[in-house]
Structure formats: C-alpha cells, structure tokens
C-alpha cells in the first residue's frame, strides 16, 4: 500500500523482502523455513546473514546508487531482535555478523508494527487455518515471540528518530493511514 502511494506521487521505488529478495536468497529461505530439520541457531544466524550480505550487494545498493527509495519487509533490526533476543546471541555477535553482511549500511526509517504477542498469535492461527504457507519460524515459543517483540520496543527505545512504532491492532487502513503519514513527513520533513 505504501508502495502504491509513493509510486502515485511519482516516487520510484523497489519492494522487496528479507529472507528471499534476491533469486539466492528464495532459496536459501525455502531451505532455512521450509525444512522440517532442526536447524542449528548459529547456521540460522549465518544463513540470514548470508542472505543479507546478497540482499545488500546485488539489490539495495544498486537501487539506491539509482537514487530510487527501497522498502523491504525485514532488514538488520529482525536479526537483532530474532537471533539476537530469539535466539540468545551477544549483541557483540550479531552487531559483528550484521556489519559483515551490510558493510554498516542501515536503513534511514524503519517501522515496527508492534502487537501484542497473543493478538500476533491469533492473527498466525488464522492464516494457517485459510492454509496460506506456513514455515518454521510460525510455531516458536510465546517466550520466544516475547522476547523479539521485547528487543524491536527496545531498539525503537534508543532509535527514537528512525525506527518509528506502529499499532498495528487497528484496521489496515487505520495502520497505512499512520504509516503514509510517517512516511510523508520523513521524505518532506518542512
């Protein structure tokens, strides 16, 4: 929807998403999230940084040398609050594993669309029931899902300026209203 705006007042920009933006990255998430095999949390780590590091090289950073604007669905900020928080890596691990993937490039906005995890977890039921594609991230903890929900309220916490939250326990026009609106006012801040 964001996307559609921008593109409506003439703003050229590329969509895309993270795990699977790139044609190695779809694979590397259809094997990541696809597998029913335990999947170590350290290969975890490096295979979303290894997506990342594609992401970054062959994608973000031409589109941006083009002077065009990106949106991608998950950037560094979900390896901080996954792996990070999730999983239980050292913030010098992940600080270390997100710059060798990124070569330090971050995004000038990010926004989180915070909901409470048991609201998150009903919203989950219901797109399995309708049988969209599962995946293996879909069935962690409550624990687990606190503590990710936990370290994106925290980075918002001390990135007041470019991670903005969103309540996202409203209708989607209620949420792309706000998020249009934040947006607008980051591109023309006058």
Not at 2 to 17: E, H
Not at 36 to 48: G, N, T
Not at 84 to 108: C, H, M, N, Q, Y
């Amino acid at each position: 929807m964001l996307a559609g705006d921008l593109r409506s007042r003439g703003i050229d920009v590329l969509t895309t998403c993270q795990p699977g933006g790139t044609p190695l990255g779809r694979r590397l998430r259809e094997a990541f999230l696809e597998t029913e095999e335990v999947v170590a949390p350290i290969a975890e780590l490096l295979l979303f940084a290894a997506d990342r590091a594609q992401h970054v090289e062959l994608l973000i950073k031409p589109t941006l040398a083009e002077g065009r604007l990106v949106i991608s669905d998950r950037y560094a900020d979900a390896t901080r609050a996954y792996q990070g928080s999730g999983r239980g890596f050292s913030s010098v691990i992940i600080d270390s594993v997100i710059k060798l993937a990124t070569g330090g490039l971050e995004p000038d906005l990010t926004i989180f669309f915070d909901l409470p995890v048991e609201k998150a977890l009903e919203r989950m039921n219901v797109r399995n029931e309708s049988g969209e594609r599962t995946n293996r991230m879909d069935f962690e903890t409550v624990e687990f899902y606190e503590r990710v929900r936990g370290a994106y309220l925290d980075i918002a916490g001390q990135r007041p300026g470019t991670l903005r939250i969103v309540d996202a326990n409203r209708s989607v026009e209620e949420i792309h209203a706000e998020v249009a609106r934040i947006t607008a006012q980051f591109l023309n801040p006058d």
